[in-house]
């Protein structure tokens, strides 16, 4: 494939990256530097495209692993235990949790959610930031049940290794 034609397949399939786009980030702005950085790495790393391939899949698979990593990176958040909500609460970095006490627990439980392999720990993440079961399949290209028992291993795990915030109260 030439530098022509795979430029033009870029340009071809622009439309879909945002939207596909636009279904990880909920966010037009963001859907927009998604698809950015998308179609300048696919520049960048044109020739490691296999030509006779699936092109489509190619580029869509450079923009999922691009959204896994920066949500890697940017997926800085405090969990407390609670009930209410599948027993936990988000509480956001920009939160302020006031008593010592409180702010050890945050620590205490954000330190094991790190250390949960990557396999539990990015689905895991992902729930609770609001993605549906079904958004983390396709992000993640894995069976919806194969989610949902990834995050029931990591919920059981933590309950497992945190017994004394089973029952916090806010």
Same mark, same amino acid.
């Given at each position: 494939?030439?530098?022509?034609?795979?430029?033009?397949? $870029?340009?071809?399939?622009?439309?879909?990256?945002?939207?596909?786009?636009? @279904?990880?980030?909920?966010?037009?702005?963001?859907?927009?530097?998604?698809?950015?950085?998308?179609? $300048?790495?696919?520049?960048?790393?044109?020739?490691?495209?296999?030509?006779?391939t699936?092109?489509?899949?190619?580029?869509?698979?450079?923009?999922?692993? &691009?959204?896994? @990593?920066?949500?890697?990176r940017?997926?800085?958040?405090?969990? &407390?235990?609670?009930?209410?909500d599948?027993?936990?609460?988000?509480?956001?970095?920009?939160?302020?949790?006031?008593?010592?006490?409180?702010?050890?627990?945050?620590?205490?439980?954000?330190?094991?959610?790190?250390? $949960?392999?990557?396999?539990?720990?990015?689905?895991?993440?992902?729930?609770?930031?609001?993605?549906?079961?079904?958004? &983390?399949a396709?992000?993640?290209?894995?069976? &919806?049940?194969?989610?949902?028992?990834r995050?029931f291993?990591?919920r059981?795990? $933590?309950?497992d290794?945190?017994?004394?915030?089973?029952?916090?109260?806010?």
């Open positions: 494939m030439s530098t022509i034609e795979f430029n033009e397949a $870029l340009v071809g399939i622009q439309g879909n990256l945002f939207s596909f786009a636009q @279904n990880f980030t909920k966010n037009r702005e963001d859907a927009r530097d998604l698809t950015q950085e998308t179609l $300048l790495k696919a520049i960048n790393y044109r020739t490691y495209y296999t030509p006779n699936n092109f489509k899949a190619w580029v869509f698979t450079i923009m999922r692993n &691009i959204f896994i @990593n920066q949500y890697r940017n997926s800085k958040t405090r969990m &407390i235990f609670d009930q209410g599948e027993d936990f609460l988000m509480v956001s970095q920009r939160s302020n949790i006031g008593s010592p006490s409180e702010r050890l627990a945050v620590k205490e439980i954000t330190e094991k959610i790190e250390n $949960l392999n990557e396999e539990l720990k990015v689905p895991f993440k992902m729930h609770f930031d609001g993605f549906k079961y079904k958004e &983390i396709d992000t993640m290209e894995l069976p &919806i049940g194969t989610i949902k028992s995050i291993i990591a059981k795990r $933590l309950m290794q945190l017994p004394d915030y089973q029952h916090l109260d806010n």
